[in-house]
């Protein structure tokens, strides 16, 4: 997959960045390309070689249709939440480091979910604010609206599941 500079592109477990250059280094006698990207979170600038975009996860934004699916699954799905702690925390955080962004859908909802019944630890409550940035900037950019709305939509999704959208923990 290649991007040009000024393309969005979603860093998995970080969120969207955008392709602020490419560049060529050399290393000996080889030479390797590289984005530079920078995040949007934080405004982190990455460095990630061509060669190492399908290992790293590295995307293009989500098309609307797929929104709309994940959407769709936020206020419909349903899937099994592992009761055991370092189970669950640790089959999140693979579902968070895949990039795919059903994949962070399920662990918000699930996140969402064991939060109704009990506090969440401390890095359960990170992940979940994690996913919930994951999700809204992303639904911000396929859908070209501000944040806000992005908010209010994933927040309509969760409350037809029974959910409440929790303040920024």
């Not at 990630?48 to 994940?70: C, H, Q, Y």
């Not at 969402?112 to 409550?125: A, G, M, N, T």
Request: charged share 25%.
């Amino acid at each position: 997959m290649t991007f040009q500079i000024g393309d969005k592109v979603v860093y998995p477990n970080q969120g969207i960045g955008t392709v602020e250059n490419i560049s060529t280094r050399s290393f000996g006698s080889a030479f390797e390309k590289f984005y530079l990207l920078r995040l949007g979170c934080n405004s982190m600038t990455v460095v990630v070689p061509f060669s190492n975009v399908d290992n790293i996860g590295l995307r293009r934004v989500t098309k609307d249709r797929e929104i709309a699916r994940i959407l769709s699954f936020l206020a419909n799905g349903w899937m099994a939440i592992n009761p055991d702690w370092k189970v669950r925390f640790k089959e999140n955080t693979e579902k968070m480091q895949s990039g795919d962004l059903l994949k962070a859908a399920e662990v918000f909802k699930a996140l969402l979910q064991i939060h109704v019944d009990k506090p969440l630890s401390f890095r359960e409550k990170k992940m979940l604010d994690r996913a919930r940035h994951m999700l809204v900037s992303e639904i911000s950019i396929a859908r070209n609206v501000p944040e806000v709305h992005a908010v209010n939509m994933l927040q309509r999704a969760v409350g037809k599941s029974g959910l409440v959208l929790p303040a920024i923990m």
